[in-house]
Structures are given as structure tokens and as C-alpha cells.
């Protein structure tokens, strides 16, 4: 079945919402106005507006609010429009969400799921457009998922309800267009990292929106005689780190992408851990490909040059592999 991320995400939220009254839908013009990406478009004439819930400009209020209910027994899905305005709620999510099962000895868990919108390449300028998923990363207590594909968004909202523990769940806003088939079996686990595409002479690691360039670049790669193996690293905590090693094993050179910033991003974790586990099996130093050190600019030209693209990427894996 061929279908949208943002009909994806939306099937995943409808069939939650169906199977399992305890669940509801809580954000900013979620209900109304249908979500600001429309994934929940049709939901508050479905569902009603006890379980679809329009929120006042307070992200901090509102994730406070649905840390209660998840206390409570409520399974809610939090909507933060944009992973700009999530910093606005860092205190209830890094203070209470995260740490309330460790400072309760185990006696409180908080089943909360966060969805947010992340990254560059819509020209909505730097307030919108920043991917800051590795300060979520960084912290113990919440799982951090990065959905890259439609078979992942619309299998993992599932899984991140059943955990017992908060779930922040990002998906790009360049992802949401993307259209392509459903796979019959689109269900997935939040553990582990997927191969999305096979090769032996260097290991490509990205996760979400840089994801459909990655594999861009290992297509042009191929055409020069490259065979690059693509990893989605699609859960950022915990990492999967069994599945790097094995691709680096294979492939014994690495290149990590990643939309964040060059000092202290995701990739820089990546690459910290494959020296930690892998140096031996290295054949050349790791590189990354990361967003110019910028806040991101509004311009076309300007914000596509300050992002990873695939030229960088296809220069970045030939200097790797020394071709």
C-alpha cells in the first residue's frame, strides 16, 4: 500500500487511539486545526475532545500535564510542534519524566510518549529548524527514537506506548511528504538499528531526515565502484551499538551523517564508541558529515549549504576509502 511518513504517523496515532482508551492525543492546534504537520487531521471529530486536546501556548504546562495523567494511568501522546520549542519543557522532561522512576526507587514509571517535529530544509529559519535530538540522547531515563522510513513510522508508536518509561519520538519535517510503499509486515522493535542497505567497503551511519541522502550518496557511490553500507541508527537511546560493530567489522571504514552540529552531536558519540569497541578493525580514520556551525539559516541557498548533502557525503566516504 502506497502511502505518506504523515499518513503513517497518522494511521499509528488512529489505531492507539482505537485499540486503547486510555490513550490520548494532547498539543498545540492538534485538535482544530488537525496537527501542524496534519497528522491528526479528522481526530477531534472521531475521537472527541476529551482524547484529542488543544493546548495554550505552554510547552512546559502541557508535557507537565501529561507526565500526570501518564502517572495516573493514562497512556498519553504529547505533541510538541517543533524540538525548538521542547527546550521550553526540558525542566518536567530531564527533571521529572526521566529521573521519577530512579528518585521513586522504582516505585513510579512514567508511560509518556513525546512526539516533536526536527530539523532543517523548509526555510522556516533558525527557531524551527535546529536538530538538538542529541541533548535528548544524552540523557538517562528516556528512550529517544528517530523514525526514518514509513514502515517506521507507522510501527513504532506501538512499542513506544507499551514502554513502561517516557518515549521521545522525533520525525523530521522533511520526512513528512516522503511517499513510498507500506510494507505488509511494517511492525518493528525500538532496540535496534537497521541495515537499509548492504555493502563492504565502507560503513555510511545516519538516522531521519539525513537518512534518504545517505542513501543517495551509497547509490552514487555504487556507480564509482564504492559499495557502501548504509546503517539507520533510528533508536539514538540507547544505541545499537552490536549492529555497528558488525557492519564495521565488515567494511572496516566508517562515515557518520548527521544533521546536528559538529561539537558535541550524535555522530561525535558514534564515533567515540566505534573507536571504543572497533579500533582494531579500523582501516582508516572515521569521518563525519555535520551541519555548518550556524543557527540555520532562513535563505535557500544559504540553509542547504549550512546542511549535510549528498556531494558532501559521496567526497567525505571517497576520502575515507582513498578513491
Not at 181 to 208: F, K, M, N, Q
Request: with cysteine; hydrophobic share 45%.
Amino acid at each position: 500500500m502506497k502511502m505518506t511518513y504523515r499518513e503513517a504517523v497518522r494511521q499509528a496515532m488512529r489505531e492507539a487511539l482505537a485499540a486503547d482508551p486510555r490513550v490520548f492525543l494532547m498539543g498545540e492546534d492538534v485538535g482544530r486545526y488537525g496537527g501542524t504537520y496534519a497528522c491528526s487531521k479528522g481526530f477531534l471529530e472521531e475521537f472527541g475532545p476529551e482524547r484529542i486536546r488543544d493546548t495554550p501556548l505552554s510547552e512546559l504546562g502541557f508535557v507537565g500535564a501529561g507526565i500526570g495523567a501518564a502517572l495516573g494511568g493514562l497512556r498519553p501522546i504529547v505533541e510538541v510542534m517543533t524540538v525548538n520549542f521542547s527546550l521550553l519543557a526540558l525542566d518536567q522532561i530531564v527533571n521529572t519524566a526521566a529521573a521519577l522512576r530512579h528518585m521513586s526507587g522504582g516505585q513510579f514509571s512514567v508511560p509518556l510518549v513525546l512526539r516533536m517535529a526536527t530539523g532543517a530544509g523548509r526555510q522556516l529559519a533558525a527557531q524551527h529548524s535546529h536538530s538538538l535530538e542529541n541533548w535528548y540522547a544524552h540523557i538517562p531515563g528516556i528512550r529517544v527514537l528517530a523514525p526514518a522510513t514509513i514502515a517506521d513510522a507507522r510501527g513504532m508508536l506501538a512499542p513506544a506506548l507499551a514502554d513502561p518509561d517516557p518515549v521521545v519520538i522525533f520525525e523530521h519535517a522533511q520526512l513528512y511528504n516522503l511517499e513510498g510503499e507500506l510494507p505488509d509486515d511494517w511492525h518493528c522493535d525500538i532496540a535496534s538499528a537497521a541495515v537499509r542497505r548492504e555493502g563492504t567497503d565502507i560503513s555510511l551511519i545516519t538516522y531521519g531526515g539525513s537518512l534518504p541522502k545517505t542513501l543517495a550518496a551509497a547509490e552514487q557511490l555504487a556507480a564509482e565502484g564504492i559499495q557502501a553500507e548504509v546503517i539507520d541508527l533510528r533508536v539514538l537511546r540507547p544505541l545499537d551499538t552490536d549492529t555497528l560493530a558488525a557492519s564495521l567489522r565488515k567494511t572496516h571504514k566508517a562515515v557518520v551523517v548527521d544533521e546536528g552540529w559538529r561539537s558535541g552531536s550524535l555522530a561525535a558519540e558514534v564515533m567515540a564508541r566505534i573507536v571504543e569497541q572497533c579500533f582494531f578493525d579500523l582501516d582508516a580514520p572515521v569521518a563525519r558529515v555535520c551541519s555548518e556551525e550556524v543557527p540555520i539559516p532562513y535563505a535557500k541557498h544559504m540553509e542547504e549549504a549550512a546542511l549535510p548533502q549528498v556531494p558532501k557525503i559521496v567526497a567525505a566516504a571517497k576520502q575515507v576509502t582513498g578513491k
